[in-house]
C-alpha cells in the first residue's frame, strides 16, 4: 500500500459515497487510476465493504449501552449458543469476544431503559452460558468509525 492508497482509504473512510471524480482530485490521480485502485483495495481484503452510519435515536433507540458478559466456558455448546443468540439479536449492533475478566463485550441498543431491562432478562441472562453480566449506558459518543492509517 502506497501514499495513494492510503490517501484514498482517508477519503473512502470519511465518505464512503464520494465519486471517482472527487477521490481523482483529492489524491491527484486519474479518475480511472483511483477506479483500478479501490478495485485492487477491494480485491485484496484492505476494503471488506461500504456501509453507512444510522442515528440509533432517530431509528428509535434512544439508549446505547455496553454490557461486560462473563461466560462458564464448562460446556461449548453453551458458549456456541450464547453466540448464535448474539449474532441473532437485532439489539446487538456489535460484540466481541475479548482476552482478560470479561469474555465478550456487546453493544446494545433499544428504545428505552425497560426494554434494555426486558431484553437483558429474557434473552442473555437465561443463557446457560452466561455467569456474570455488567452494563454501562452510553452518556455521549465522543469517537465513532474513525481508522488509523499508518
Do not use: W
Amino acid at each position: 500500500m502506497d501514499t495513494y492508497d492510503r490517501k484514498i482509504i482517508l477519503m473512502l473512510s470519511k465518505n464512503s459515497k464520494c465519486s471517482y471524480a472527487q477521490l481523482a482530485d483529492e489524491v491527484n490521480l486519474s479518475q480511472s487510476a483511483c477506479f483500478r485502485r479501490v478495485q485492487h483495495l477491494q480485491d485484496t481484503g484492505v476494503i471488506v465493504g461500504f456501509t453507512i452510519k444510522l442515528d440509533p435515536t432517530a431509528l428509535g433507540n434512544s439508549v446505547s449501552a455496553f454490557a461486560e458478559v462473563s461466560v462458564n466456558r464448562n460446556k461449548q455448546t453453551d458458549v456456541e449458543e450464547f453466540k448464535e443468540v448474539v449474532r441473532k439479536s437485532s439489539h446487538i449492533i456489535s460484540a466481541h469476544q475479548l482476552s482478560g475478566k470479561t469474555d465478550f463485550l456487546l453493544h446494545i441498543v433499544a428504545s428505552d431503559i425497560a426494554s434494555y431491562t426486558a431484553f437483558l432478562e429474557q434473552s442473555i441472562l437465561p443463557l446457560a452460558a452466561v455467569r456474570d453480566m455488567s452494563s454501562s449506558i452510553v452518556l455521549s459518543e465522543v469517537k465513532s468509525h474513525t481508522i488509523q492509517i499508518q
